[in-house]
């Protein structure tokens, strides 16, 4: 493909064909709809905290996928989506899933977003896929 100057943050790029330019386009739309936040000091692993809607995320990149998850919405390619979803856990803990997605087949999909995978998210994940019938799917900023 030609190089193309992308309408959203006018950077020209070449991408190798339509779908990865309309995938770059939506991305950077997606980014303009994602505010920063100050990162506190409590900020697990360096994660930058983001305000998207109103509501506040504890990453930048489960926000940007808050926004994923609307256009997919729109798009009708999923019915609706649930967030911090518990998971209740012996020794009266739980662990709250980023989102739960369900598809208009009723399909019902668990994800984390993860930029960096820490031992205790692998342990409580473990636990989770052994507890209930479910598999957490990851996903990291170059997977959407
Ligand atoms: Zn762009």
Same mark, same amino acid.
């Given at each position: 493909?030609?190089?193309?100057?992308?309408?959203?943050?006018?950077?020209?790029? @070449?991408?190798?064909?339509? =779908? +990865?330019? #309309?995938?770059?386009?939506?991305?950077?739309? @997606?980014?303009?709809?994602?505010?920063?936040?100050?990162?506190?000091?409590?900020?697990?692993?360096?994660?930058?905290?983001?305000?998207?809607?109103? +509501?506040?995320? =504890?990453?930048?990149?489960?926000? +940007?996928?808050?926004?994923?998850?609307?256009? %997919?919405?729109? $798009? %009708?390619?999923?019915? *609706? *989506?649930?967030?911090?979803?518990?998971?209740?856990?012996?020794?009266?803990?739980? *662990? @709250?899933? =980023? &989102?739960?997605?369900?598809?208009?087949? =009723?399909?019902? %999909? &668990?994800?984390?977003?993860? $930029? &960096?995978?820490?031992?205790?998210?692998?342990?409580?994940?473990?636990? #989770? +896929?052994?507890? *209930?019938?479910?598999?957490?799917?990851?996903?990291?900023?170059?997977?959407?």
């Amino acid at each position: 493909m030609r190089e193309q100057e992308c309408p959203v943050c006018n950077r020209t790029i @070449r991408p190798k064909d339509l =779908d +990865e330019f #309309v995938k770059h386009v939506k991305r950077c739309g @997606r980014e303009n709809k994602v505010i920063e936040t100050e990162s506190e000091s409590n900020s697990k692993m360096g994660n930058i905290r983001a305000t998207y809607k109103g +509501e506040k995320f =504890d990453s930048k990149l489960e926000a +940007e996928f808050c926004a994923y998850l609307d256009d %997919e919405v729109r $798009g %009708e390619f999923v019915k *609706y *989506y649930l967030r911090q979803v518990p998971f209740h856990l012996p020794g009266n803990t739980r *662990y @709250r899933v =980023d &989102f739960m997605i369900v598809f208009p087949d =009723d399909r019902i %999909e &668990f994800v984390d977003t993860k $930029g &960096f995978e820490t031992k205790s998210f692998k342990k409580n994940k473990k636990q #989770v +896929e052994a507890l *209930y019938p479910v598999k957490i799917i990851i996903k990291k900023k170059e997977d959407f």
